[in-house]
Structures are given as C-alpha cells and as structure tokens.
C-alpha cells in the first residue's frame, strides 16, 4: 500500500508536536507532578516519560522513512526490511498509568494513539507487499555480493 504524501506529512506534523510537548512537559513542566509523587511513581513516572518518548521516536523514524521512499531515496522493498519497520511500542501497565498525574497522561494517551495508528500503516504495507520468490530473493543476493 502507499501512504499518501499528506498524511505522512500531517502524521509528521502530529507526532513532532507531540514530542515538543512531551519534552517540555516531563523535562520542565512535569517537574513539580513528579517531585509530589511517592518514590516509586517517581520511577514509574521517568519510565513512562521515556516509554512515551521511544513511541514517538520510533512513529518519527518510520514517518521519515516514508518520505525517503516518496522522494525516491530508497525503495518500497527496501522500507520493509525489519530494521525500516515500526517495530513494537513500550508496553504501559495500567497500575503504572492510573497513578500518573492527569497532563502526563494525556501525553501517554496520546503517543499510544499515534502509534497505533502509525502501526495500522505500517502493517497495511506488509499486507499489500508482493511476494518474492525465494529463488528470485537469492539470486538478487548473490548480485549484491558480486
């Protein structure tokens, strides 16, 4: 399948504001939440913060990887190698998520969402991917090695 060239971009758009506001929120704003926490929310707290910020890297990534293919930089076939994909996204445990103050939430909340959504592409093209045959898979091989 191929991803429209806007809405890789207003996903792009999306998920950079989104880590501009995690940034700020659980770098500076967040600050005062977190110190008012027991000390293991504060660790449950420093562990989402990064949760939610390796969900937008990753979205961010595969979104530019997108655009390397719409610019011609780099093929379909090339963007489905394992290393190019989305790949799976931190898991948040819901005890960890119920004691965390309401504005972090609603950035775990959402980067969660833009994830999901950046998966449900990103499996789109494996589905519509062709098939190479494995004689064909090895020959190709063998031209890159000589």
Request: charged share 30%; with cysteine; aromatic share 6%.
């Given at each position: 399948?191929?991803?429209?060239?806007?809405l890789?971009?207003?996903?792009?758009?999306?998920a950079?504001?989104?880590?501009?506001?995690?940034?700020?929120?659980?770098?500076?704003?967040?600050?005062?939440?977190?110190?008012a926490?027991?000390?293991?929310?504060?660790?449950?707290?420093?562990?989402?913060?990064?949760?939610?910020?390796?969900?937008?890297?990753?979205?961010?990534?595969?979104?530019?990887?997108?655009?390397?293919?719409?610019?011609?930089?780099?093929?379909?076939?090339?963007?489905?190698?394992?290393?190019?994909?989305?790949?799976?996204?931190?898991?948040?445990?819901?005890?960890a998520?119920?004691?965390?103050?309401?504005?972090?939430?609603?950035?775990?909340?959402?980067?969660?969402?833009?994830?999901?959504?950046?998966?449900?592409?990103?499996?789109a093209?494996?589905?519509?991917?062709?098939?190479?045959?494995?004689a064909?898979?090895?020959?190709?091989?063998?031209?890159?090695a000589?």
């Amino acid at each position: 399948m191929r991803v429209h060239r806007k809405l890789i971009d207003s996903l792009y758009v999306e998920a950079m504001l989104l880590a501009d506001e995690a940034r700020t929120y659980f770098d500076e704003g967040g600050r005062l939440e977190r110190e008012a926490l027991d000390p293991l929310a504060r660790v449950a707290f420093s562990c989402e913060s990064l949760k939610v910020t390796t969900r937008l890297m990753h979205v961010i990534a595969w979104l530019l990887t997108q655009r390397a293919i719409e610019a011609g930089e780099m093929s379909r076939r090339d963007a489905l190698d394992p290393s190019r994909r989305l790949g799976a996204g931190p898991v948040t445990e819901a005890a960890a998520f119920a004691a965390m103050p309401e504005h972090a939430k609603g950035l775990i909340e959402a980067s969660i969402e833009l994830f999901r959504r950046t998966a449900m592409l990103d499996e789109a093209q494996i589905e519509q991917a062709p098939m190479l045959s494995p004689a064909l898979s090895m020959l190709r091989r063998l031209e890159v090695a000589f």
